[in-house]
C-alpha cells in the first residue's frame, strides 16, 4: 500500500518553544492531508484537513494561531505547535488521501508522540 | 446516533474468532473502513468496504455490512496474540471526506 511517512516519531520539548511535525505521501500525490490529535486510550480527533495551495480548514475548538499547518507541495504538509504546553503533549497522527480518482482510502503516518515539559 | 460507536474492548482465546462490531452515522457512505493500530503506534488500514457489497472476505478477515441497521462488522479469524491491537472502524464525511472514527475496540487475545 500507499507510505506517509511522519516525522519526528517523538519528540520532548520545553514550555513555550514550538514544534514542527512533517508529513510525507512518498509514493503519491495526496492533494489533500489531515491532521488528528490522539490521547492516551482515546479515539482520533480530527484537527484540520490540509489543501496544498490554500489554507487550512481547522475543526471547531481547534486554535489556528496555535496549531499552524504548511500544505506547500502535493507530498508534504507540516503542523506547527507553537508556544506548546504541557496541556498540548499528545500523539499526532497525519493522514493522506492519493489524489487519483479511485484513490479512497487515506493512509496514515506512524504518529508523532510529543511530550512538552 | 450521532457518533461512530463501537463497544470498547473484547477479549478471545487464541485460535478463536473474534468479531467487533461498529454503528455508523451516514447510510450514504460509500466506503466503510477497519483501521488496526498497535501501542504507540500510527494506524495501518485493515481493510474497506464499498457500500453496494453487504460483504467483503480478505485472507483472515470478513467484514459485514448492514446498510438498514448502519451496522459493519469485522471477523478475525483464527485469531492470533499478534492480532491484539485496537480496532477502528471510520467512515468518510464531510466536505473533504474526511475519516470519521469510532471509540475503538481493544481486542486482547488470551494464549
Known amino acids: 500500500g500507499a507510505v506517509v511517512s511522519q516525522h519526528p516519531s517523538r519528540v520532548i520539548c520545553k514550555s513555550g518553544t514550538s514544534v514542527k511535525i512533517e508529513c510525507r505521501s512518498l509514493?503519491?500525490?495526496?492533494?489533500?492531508m489531515f491532521w488528528y490529535r490522539q490521547f492516551p486510550k482515546q479515539s482520533l480527533m480530527l484537527m484540520a484537513t490540509?489543501?496544498?495551495?490554500?489554507?487550512?480548514?481547522?475543526e471547531q475548538g481547534v486554535e489556528k494561531d496555535k496549531f499552524l499547518i504548511n500544505h506547500a507541495s502535493l507530498t508534504l504538509s507540516t503542523l506547527t505547535v507553537t508556544s506548546a504546553h504541557p496541556e498540548d503533549s499528545s500523539f499526532y497522527i497525519c493522514s493522506a488521501r492519493d489524489r487519483r480518482p479511485l484513490g479512497t482510502e487515506a493512509f496514515f503516518g506512524q504518529g508523532t508522540r510529543l511530550t512538552v515539559v | 446516533g450521532e457518533d461512530v460507536e463501537q463497544s470498547l474492548f473484547l477479549s478471545v482465546r487464541e485460535g478463536d474468532s473474534s468479531v467487533i462490531n461498529c454503528t455508523y452515522t451516514?447510510?450514504?457512505?460509500?466506503?466503510l473502513y477497519w483501521y488496526k493500530q498497535e501501542p504507540g503506534a500510527g494506524l495501518q488500514l485493515l481493510t474497506y468496504i464499498f457500500s453496494n457489497m453487504d460483504m467483503k472476505q480478505d485472507q483472515r478477515l470478513t467484514v459485514l455490512l448492514n446498510k438498514k441497521d448502519k451496522h459493519l462488522s469485522l471477523r478475525i479469524a483464527d485469531t492470533q496474540t499478534g492480532d491484539s491491537a485496537i480496532y477502528f472502524c471510520?467512515?468518510?464525511?464531510?466536505?473533504?471526506?474526511?475519516?470519521?472514527f469510532g471509540s475503538g475496540t481493544q481486542l486482547t487475545v488470551l494464549p
Open positions: 451516514d447510510s450514504s457512505s460509500t466506503y
Open positions: 490540509s489543501n496544498e495551495g490554500s489554507k487550512a480548514t481547522y
Open positions: 471510520a467512515e468518510p464525511l464531510g466536505s473533504a471526506r474526511q475519516l470519521t
Open positions: 509514493d503519491f500525490q495526496a492533494t489533500t
